[in-house]
């Protein structure tokens, strides 16, 4: 198997190059156990960000980071579910398209949450951005829910996404052209 050698945050991983198709392959980051790295990058972030109220993120790889931010900011964080739940009272709900799903997905918000967002400054966390389907997803539910978003942050920015200005992020990881 390849590997892409990451550096963000001080540190160096070792990513996983994965297939997406015949045309091209990505570099796998998933920070679910790796504690180290998610506090650290979720401090850097921290600095760069504004001023916000609340974090929103979604299922599930975005949470991790969302939670570090969340504890060390004394804020609160939303993660928008995959999945309407049985407790969940008047949701609402976007469909997203992301490259690194085979399929639509849907994200959905509970009332309780919609009730925390409307009017807060929210700050959108999550830990790639790549063709920006799962960012634009999460600005509609949360502009649909009545918050303003303040910020828009993201451990790692893929391909076209390193050009955007108007998100901030810690590191690139590129898109790679299969042979």
């Known amino acids: 198997m390849d590997y892409f050698e990451l550096h963000v945050a001080g540190l160096t991983r070792q990513l996983p190059i ?13 920070m679910f156990g790796d504690v180290e790295l998610t506090e650290r990058v979720a401090e850097e972030l921290l600095k760069k960000c504004p001023e ?15 939670y570090a ?29 992301s490259i690194s799903t085979a399929v639509k997905q849907t994200l959905w918000l509970d ?20 063709t920006g389907g799962s ?10 829910a009545g918050g303003n978003i303040v910020g828009k942050a993201f451990v790692l920015a893929e391909g076209d996404a390193t050009k955007r200005d108007d998100i ?10 299969n042979d």
């Open 18 to 30: 994965c297939k997406v198709n015949d045309e091209i392959s990505f570099a796998a980051f998933v």
């Open 52 to 66: 916000f109220d609340v974090i929103v993120t979604a299922e599930a790889k975005g949470i991790p980071l969302a």
């Open 69 to 97: 931010m969340a504890r060390m900011s004394g804020k609160t964080y939303i993660p928008a579910r995959k999945a309407p739940k049985l407790y969940m009272h008047d949701p609402i709900a976007i469909e997203v398209k």
């Open 111 to 130: 009332q309780g949450d919609i009730d925390k967002i409307n009017g807060a400054r929210i700050l959108i966390a999550d830990d790639v951005i790549s």
């Open 135 to 144: 960012l634009l997803a999460l600005e509609d539910l949360v502009n649909k």
């Open 168 to 177: 901030i992020y810690l590191g690139e990881l590129p898109i790679i052209e």
